[in-house]
Structure formats: C-alpha cells, structure tokens
C-alpha cells in the first residue's frame, strides 16, 4: 500500500496549491512550497476541508494522510468487458486544464472519446456531423505527419486559444476563416500537373498551413490571398505551395529532394486506397493481347 500512498500524494501535491505561500493549505502536513491554483484562484481546489475526500475510486484522510477505502461502484469500465475491476487514471494534468477548470484537469478529451480525439492534451474539435470513418482517418493522417516529422503545423494550431474545426469535405479540400475550419476528404489524393502524387494527409497539412497563418498572421493572410499570382492564383497559396507543401511531400516520400510538388494550384484528384496513400483505388489496368505484345 505504501507506493500507491506516496503516487497520490504526489498527484495531491500537484494539485493543491495557491499564489501565496502562508495560505497554502499542506503547509501543516510540513510541505513548505510555493506554487500555483490550476484556476488562479477562481474554483476551490483544496482537498483538506473535510477529513475524507473521494478521489477516483480512492478514498483518502487528509488528516492521517492514510487511504482509508476504495469506492465499490466506478464509471470508469474496462473498454474489453465493461465491468469496474480496472480503473486507469492520468499521471499528469492537461496542460489546458487551466482553460477548462469546470473539468477535472486529468480527464481525457472532456471525458468524450467517442466524439473527440486529443493526440497531445492539446484541443481537437471535430464539426458537426463528422461520420466515425472520418475521425479514424483524421487520426489516421495525423500519426502519419507524426510519424515523419510532419506534424509541427497541427501542433502549433492546437496551442492556439482559439477553437479550430476539421470537417468533412466531398471532393477537394478547404480552409475557410470565417468559421475557422478546415474541410477536409480523406479519400482524395492529388495528381499535379508536374505528374507528382500527394496523398489526403499532404493535402490535409496543405490546408493546416492555411489555418495557421490565419491564427498567427491573420492581416497577411488576407493580404495575401487578395493579392493575385500568375502561378498559383493568389500570393497566399504561393507562399503554401513553395514553403510547406513541398516540405510535407518530402517528409511523406512523395517527391524526392530537388523536385517540386507543382508550379500551379491545379492538378486532377483522383480516389486512393487510404487517408495516408497515393495509391489509385480503382487503377485501370490494360493487358495486352498475346499477339498485341512486342517480342
């Protein structure tokens, strides 16, 4: 019983804590430190007000520092079978758990796995009406950019304060600013008119940049997409396509070093085999008749 003791204090330590250090409420326990409230102060986050707190399925004194039960009935189900015999809990808190402070600051993806997916502790918002077979291919492609170094764009827009959305796009891929969302078909690669393949995952971190720059330099952005290209249509997809396209298509082993993913902002979509792929889903294949064949 001693290791699981000293595992929930420390989880206890991490999280009762005030600004100002005689106020601290552990200071009687003899813990002499100075830390913060995860909501600064705004919700009572102290466990010590009464002598036994209900934590999970544990049931701590605050005064002996001593687990004194277990709770028999928990909400947390084992995924395989349903029943309470196991209940898993988070080690460290998330780290936008100050954002969400009428949330436990341990919970994952507000306690909503069906409906929300959150890779890194970071936000991840799905628009309404997603299907579960888009969700599994977001997931899909985002381990893919993980995977290959790819995924640094998707990891700075999560750490943004404001709320982005990926929706479900039918035929091509969108950025729109007005609602902050990427539209999105994972089942579209792109054959450019360079002849180069690029997979849904490479288009998917083609429209990331878009949503990024409109996060971080949203009067460029608007600038840019303004102002009209030759090439590409508009400075802003020149900027995408020149910078970060070509980036994620080498990543992904999609071009090699030295080629160019296009030199436009056309090309032709076409169906492929995965959300990761640049393989055609209904190739046509030709074999020649005997006669037909070159000896």
């Known amino acids: 019983m001693k290791p699981l003791k000293i595992v929930l204090s420390i989880l206890l330590l991490a999280s009762f804590v005030t600004s100002n250090a005689d106020e601290y409420p552990w200071k009687k326990y003899g813990f002499d ?12 986050e102290f466990h010590d007000l009464k002598d036994v707190v209900e934590i999970g399925s544990v049931l701590f004194n605050t005064q002996t520092q001593q687990i004194v039960g277990f709770v028999e009935k928990d909400t947390l189900y084992v995924e395989a079978d349903l029943t309470p015999h196991i209940v898993s809990r988070w080690i460290s808190p998330d780290p936008l758990s100050e954002e969400y402070s009428s949330w436990s600051p341990y919970n994952y993806a507000l306690n909503n796995p069906i409906i929300f997916i959150d890779p890194d502790g970071q936000k991840v918002v799905y628009a309404n009406g997603v299907s579960a077979e888009f969700k599994s291919s977001f997931g899909q ?3 893919h950019l993980n995977k290959n170094g790819a995924g640094g764009m998707l990891s700075k827009l999560e750490k943004s304060d404001k709320i982005y959305y990926v929706g479900e796009a039918n035929g091509g891929s ?4 007005k609602t902050n969302t990427i539209s999105w078909d994972p089942t579209q690669a792109l054959l450019t008119n360079e002849l180069h393949e690029l997979s849904p995952t490479s288009i998917l971190n083609h429209e990331v940049d878009h949503a990024l720059q409109h996060d971080q330099n949203p009067d460029q952005q608007k600038i840019d997409g303004k102002t009209p290209d030759s090439q590409y249509g508009n400075k802003e997809e020149k900027r ?5 396209e070509q980036k994620t298509a080498i990543k992904l082993g999609e071009i090699k070093e030295g080629e160019v993913t296009r030199k436009d902002h056309g090309g032709t979509l076409y169906e492929t085999t995965s959300p990761t792929s640049t393989n055609w889903k ?3 294949i030709v074999k020649p008749k005997e006669d037909e064949k070159i000896k």
Not at 35 to 42: C, P, Q
Not at 174 to 177: A, C, H, L, T
């Open 141 to 143: 492609a985002v381990q």
């Open 33 to 44: 430190l100075k830390v913060v409230t995860l909501s600064n102060g705004k919700y009572q």
């Open 240 to 244: 995408v396509i020149e910078g970060s």
């Open 174 to 177: 969108s950025y729109d600013p």
């Open 282 to 284: 209904n190739e046509v």
